[in-house]
């Protein structure tokens, strides 16, 4: 048994000053190697430059306040828009709203205005959590771009909602096809892993979700600390899908559900 210890611990100190000599026999090779090239008066035919390719600036909390609350945003929108408005058709609301002497547009413009406003007040609320000390979000940069993102992002959501809703006849068929078009979003959006490390075809795929760009714009700017120009092209792309789906929506739109 004292062999056996004995062996052990003669072991144990036998590796641990292997693996401090590794350093040092390191900075002696490297010391030799510079002092035989000065020697020989030729210079090295191979040479070693190490770049960082992490980005260590980037935590989590910075990752998930833009990508949670756009996945929120998605969800609200595509849901509220959907039910909404098949509820209103399968209940005869619309049919009254159309004989109301108020303006249509004005109530549907009403119902956006709140929609926007609630989204303003999930990113204040977002915000003000993710600072708090336990969390240490950074604002920095042009972070002041996530309002108007936000605000085209509602539009857009809103949007593919109304066109599920115009299409839709039933609760239970609207509420079938905003899952298949919310649950694959959320995931091919980026708001649950980044989409930097994810195959081809699956990067490809998010282009078609408008979540990614309001994901990859509100990053930019709230979780990189990047300028305003840097928003802009996610900016467009929402405001587009907005507008193509409020035309969509506006052909397929049906007062009743016959």
């Known amino acids: 048994r004292a062999f ?16 401090m000599a590794l350093p040092v026999r390191g900075i002696l090779g490297s010391i030799v190697q510079s002092a035989d090239v000065a020697a020989s008066g030729r ?20 990752f998930f306040t833009p990508s949670l609350l756009g996945w929120a945003l998605a969800s609200a929108g595509v849901f509220g828009a959907s039910q909404t408005l098949v509820t209103w058709r399968t209940r005869g609301l619309l049919r009254r709203l159309r004989l109301s002497p108020a303006p249509v547009w004005t109530l549907f413009g ?22 708090l000390p336990f969390f240490g979000l950074r604002l920095q940069g042009a972070w002041w771009m996530a309002v108007p993102l936000v605000v085209a992002g509602v539009l857009a959501f809103l949007s593919i909602g109304m066109v599920i809703g115009a299409w839709a006849r039933t609760q239970e068929s609207a509420q079938t096809v905003t899952q298949l078009v ?8 980026g708001s649950f ?13 998010s282009h078609v979700f408008p979540l990614r760009y309001l994901n990859e714009g509100m990053l930019n700017v709230m979780g990189r600390g990047m300028g305003a120009g840097s928003a802009v092209p996610q900016l467009v792309v929402l405001l587009g ?3 193509v789906g409020a035309v969509v929506a506006a052909r397929m739109f049906r007062w009743d559900a016959s």
């Open 43 to 62: 210079e090295p035919r191979f040479s070693l430059r190490t770049q960082r390719v992490e980005d260590e600036s980037l935590g989590a909390i910075q």
């Open 4 to 19: 056996k210890g004995w062996a052990k611990h003669g072991f144990e100190t036998s590796m641990s000053e292997t693996l």
């Open 193 to 205: 892993f980044p989409l930097d490390g994810a195959p081809g075809w699956m990067r490809t795929l």
């Open 110 to 131: 009403a119902r956006v205005v709140v929609s926007v406003a609630v989204a303003l007040l999930q990113l204040a609320v977002f915000l003000g959590v993710a600072r």
């Open 241 to 243: 899908i907005a507008a």
């Open 182 to 189: 919310v649950l694959p979003m959320a995931f091919l959006g």
